[in-house]
């Protein structure tokens, strides 16, 4: 646990059982770190019940932000953030200064779409990737897009390698980041027509300094990690492979010691620090998002990626003419 004070705006309405779950992860969170401030944002009534339960001295490391409505699960990401709801203030109270990062386990879209709205874009990147580290046997694998980009064109997937490149050798150190394509095969020309133009587009796009390229990875490179430490598909093949590893582990017994699949994600594209937790998110994996966020916050994990690649100007780099994204 890094030291420092660090300020969690957290979203008590997002996910299948809030407030329940969320208030239950909030307060292991909050007692597992005696630097953690949380900003909780929801219904009164609900905040209080958390606040009861602490002690007199514990009470001035929490605030209240009162919101009743929550952000429909199934309704449009557009019309949503344009309402008084949850995510919404939890995003505003990060952009005001009030607090230093977000954790939702909300709705995917809502929470991305007002995340790009309330802190904008990096320059060069039109769709954000939420960003999840798998434990695997080699290694921690960074996987991308794991639900924020439902339908990426080969454009899309060259930024996200960069992206995933970048976020490797920030947060976990990698000085030579090996980015891999998801796909059915690692021959040349395996996969559906997405993954056969986005292979030549990876191989065009430039990456961060010492990153390289090693083309198509399948599904069990992700557990082994031996051939890669970036893996990049789209957030609806990542949803489902990441959920489907959940299932197997289950199925197992449980995940290995070494920790399972993680039930909250990075958003890697946007200038503020977001973590989005799995909607069947369980309090203890609400209490990992929140500790993420804050390890995202005290060790400047955005801005030193943002950094990175503005450095290397690589984000801004086309990734070849007539690439659709």
Partial sequence: ?????????VDLLGGDEAPAVVVDG??????????????????????????AVLRPAERSRVAVRAVRDVAAMNGDPAATVRSDNTIQAA?????????????????????????????GRW?????????ATLPA????VVLLDVGGSLEAGPGTLARHAVLGAAYAAV????????VGLLSIGTEPGKGDRI???????????????????VGLVEGYDVAFGNRADVVVTDGFTGNVLLKGIEGAYAMA??????????????????????????????????????ALAAHLHRRHTIPAVSALLVGSAVVGRATGTGVPA
């Fill in 91 to 119: 995003v505003s109270a990060v952009a005001e200064g009030a607090a230093d990062a977000v954790v939702s386990a909300g709705a995917t879209g809502a929470t991305v779409t007002a995340a790009v709205l309330g802190f």
């Fill in 253 to 290: 017994g449980g995940p290995p010691a070494s920790g399972g699949p993680p039930r909250a994600a990075t958003l890697l594209g946007v200038s503020g620090a977001v973590v989005v937790c799995h909607g069947a998110a369980r309090g203890e994996d609400v209490a990992s998002g929140i």
């Fill in 1 to 9: 646990m890094e030291p420092g004070t660090v300020r969690i705006a």
């Fill in 123 to 131: 320059p060069g990147v039109r769709r954000p990737a939420l960003v």
């Fill in 171 to 178: 947060t976990h150190r990698v000085p030579q980041p090996r």
């Fill in 195 to 213: 993954r056969r133009a986005a292979d030549p587009a990876l191989a065009a796009q430039d990456l961060p300094p010492g990153a390289r390229y």
């Fill in 137 to 140: 046997l080699d290694g921690p």
């Fill in 26 to 51: 909030a307060l292991r969170a909050f007692r597992a770190d005696p630097d953690l401030h949380l900003l909780l944002v929801g219904p009164a009534e609900v905040a209080d019940g958390l606040i």
